[in-house]
Structures are given as C-alpha cells and as structure tokens.
C-alpha cells in the first residue's frame, strides 16, 4: 500500500524568500505524485503533477517539484515567496495497485509567508 | 465550464439527525470519488463511484454511510444518525475516465459538516 509523509506540519518564511516544502512516498509500484493547495475554507487546487515523464516538474504560481526514486521524494519548491501563497499544502500519491486511482494524501503543511 | 460542484456548502445537524451531501462533477466527467477530511488532517479516501456503480468503497465506515451516483443527478453521500464524530469537510471530485493513476482529479469545494 502507498503512503505519504510529510515530516514537517508547519512552514513559515519570509516574503520573498524561497520556498521548501518536503514529501517522501512509499509505494509499491510506480507511482503518480501530485501536490494541491488548500486555501482557508477552500477546495483542492492542483499545482502540479508527476506521471514517469520529467523529473521536475513545473507547475502553477511559480511552484516546481522534483522526483527523486532514490530517495523517494517528492520536494515542492518556490524561489520566492509571496503573501498570497499562505495556505495547506497535500503532497499526494496514486499508484497501481487497484483498478482505480484512489489519491493517498499526507496530512498537509501549512505555509505562513510573513511580510 | 463549472468545476465540481458540491451542496450545501456548510450542515449543521443535531446527533441522531441524516445528513445528505450531493456532488456535481465536472461536465463530461463520469467518475466521482470522496474523501473526509478531519480536522488537523489530510484528507482520507471514502468511496469512488460510477454511474449507477459504486467501484471501490473500501474506506466508508461500515455502518451509517452510504453513497449513490444515479444515472441522472448528483451523487449523494448520505449519513445516517450522525455523532458529533462525523463533523468534517466531505470533499467530492471527479475525473473523466478513472482507471488511470496519471489522471486528475478536479476537487469541489466541500461540504463542513457540523454535528451538535
């Protein structure tokens, strides 16, 4: 079964500073790895995705994330951060062990951009 | 184009009460799948659902819920006789084909639950 951690619960930066924000995965197979954002009483946003092709990934609002087998991890990065960015952020996992594409989430990291 | 498409955006219900949350997916979409989210958490994975089938429901609690995707309508989670341990954010999405891990799934905005 897959899983997701996400060590960190709570990410404060500076405006304008870069952004780093750390998931590792588990899973048996090849996995498909998202993150979404969840601004306060909000749906699900997608940033971005990984599905086999790049590496790195590119997304929206300037967010980019880098697979990595070996160390089995999916880190989402910004170079500079804005107010507006305040938000939970899910990294995600969806793999091929059933016949759907049932989304595993972490539990989420808070960002707080301080001005 | 409207996104995914959830009512009532927030339920108040006293314990003992049914609480019923309807899911509109995206136009052309025909996969719906829910999640719960408590709070402090990430969101958990309830059922995943076609027209008129329900695929995987692997994470619905045994008792109290259940959930339908009629051939016309809304797909509806329903919760009998709810505790206060229900309170949540039930989040619906969708997705065009569902059999595929690369594909998107398109959240609505939930519904927040409240149990008195």
Known sequence: ?115 | NAGVMQNPRHLVRRRGQEARLRCSPMKGHSHVYWYRQLPEEGLKFMVYLQKENIIDESGMPKERFSAEFPKEGPSILRIQQVVRGDSAAYFCASSPWGQFIQETQYFGPGTRLLVL
């Not at chain 1, 967010?63 to 939970?88: C, G, I």
């Open chain 1, 1 to 115: 079964a897959q899983s997701v951690t996400q060590l960190d619960s709570h990410v404060s930066v500076s405006e304008g500073t870069p952004v780093l924000l750390r998931c590792n995965y588990s899973s048996s197979y090849s996995p498909s790895l998202f993150w979404y954002v969840q601004h306060p009483n909000k749906g699900l946003q997608l940033l971005l995705k990984y599905t086999s092709a790049a590496t790195l990934v590119k997304g929206i609002n300037g967010f980019e994330a880098e697979f990595k087998k070996s160390e089995t991890s999916f880190h989402l990065t910004k170079p500079s951060a804005h107010m507006s960015d305040a938000a939970e952020y899910f990294c995600v996992v969806s793999d091929e062990s059933g016949a759907n594409s049932k989304l595993t989430f972490g539990k989420g990291i808070t960002l707080s951009v301080r001005p």
